[in-house]
């Protein structure tokens, strides 16, 4: 476990330059990433106490938990923020050569349309972490298709002066979006100088090409026991209007590679809101579609892995997963064969194909974000519960009963 407190903000050499999270399709939290295989966000107690506690059993199905790091914001001289960590070793670049001010990146090009609106907050890397990120993935020539149906804040940033959308997105625009409020609230609160702590996690689909990512919000009740009345209001009205009440789950966030056009359908937590149980239903069908096929391989393995995580919560009691999330996982890309017609321009280099004989899993589902996560042996519990949480159980049963009526087409 790597834990790094002390951050030597006098040798530059020790300092890397954090990079958002292009995978991020849910939250409201900034992800980002640490390396290749290592995801970072802010700490917080209850989530670390969870990793650092969790049964044995519950493993397979969380993220590795890697430790903390320290990080910190620093500004250039043109106003640009970035956010600093220190890694465990020192032969990273300099900081000087990873945000130097020449380079123009898709943060800055997307901010520069908001010009206007005095907000110049961004994040600042140069053009080789991106391009050592996705030039061996199928983001690196897939574009978004952002059926993404955004507040007002939410659209100010995917747009330009005339309301045009960037041609093309290497990312998850979700993640831009949380990206960007993540550094306008820290700036605003605190000064350069001062350390926070992030929590260093598995990256979970880093062993995808063109991953395929569900974000489910599980469980009948979203709020956790330190909740204020008011946001305890918010929270069970929110459930009480979306499938979290009627299904114990609600989509908080999808990204779907499409074969066929060589791009990502993306879903928001705006659209998963809206579903009816029916609604649900045909957006895990979407999930399951590539533009050319529905996917019914991987209701199989999809299923047997819920129903394993069904059968380790039944068991974990006085548990309560408030407000977590479920991720399902796949990769889009499949394995290339020579009678292949793919579209023009796509899969032109080896390495945009599955090589046969893959290894990798079909699919993979974890239990994320842990932040209000109580059991009766935990320093942070305000209500000690009996029994395993009916609620998450309550969801799980319902996701398995959605995948087996698609299995057999009900």
Partial sequence: MVVQNNLDLGDSRKWIVLEPFIHQVGGHMSMMKYDDYTVCKPLVSQEQWFYETLPAAMKRFTPQYKGIVSVHLKKDSMGNLSLIACPQTDNRSSLDNASKESSMTIWQKLNQANTSSGDHTFVKWNHGPLTNTTKDSCQAKAVLQTDLQYHRDVSSIMEDANGNQPEKN???????????????????????????????????????????????KMG???????????????????????????????????????????????????????????????????????????????????????????????????????????LINYEGLEKATPSDNHPQGHCQHSSCSLPHGNSHPKVDVRMIDFAHTTNKGSRFNHTIYEGPDHGYIFGLENLIKTFQSISVGE
């Fill in 220 to 326: 009948t009740r979203q709020h956790g026991d330190d909740a204020s009345e008011e946001k305890k209001a918010r929270q069970i009205k929110k459930c009480e209007q979306s499938t979290s009440a009627s299904l114990g789950a609600r989509i908080c966030g999808m990204q779907v590679y499409q074969a066929d056009t060589v791009q990502y359908l993306c879903k928001d937590k705006y659209y998963g809101r809206k579903l009816s149980p029916d609604g649900f239903r045909q957006a895990l069908l979407q999930f399951l579609h590539n533009g050319n096929r529905l996917r019914t391989d991987l209701v199989e393995p999809i299923v047997s892995q819920l129903k394993a995580l069904l059968s380790i919560i039944k068991k974990q009691n006085s548990y309560r997963f408030y407000s977590s999330s479920l």
């Fill in 170 to 216: 290497s990312y998850n625009p979700w993640g831009l979006y949380c990206h960007k409020q993540h550094l306008n609230r820290m700036s605003s609160k605190y000064n350069e100088n001062k350390l926070h702590q992030f929590l260093l996690l598995e990256n979970v689909v880093s062993k995808y090409k063109c991953p395929c990512i569900l974000d489910l």
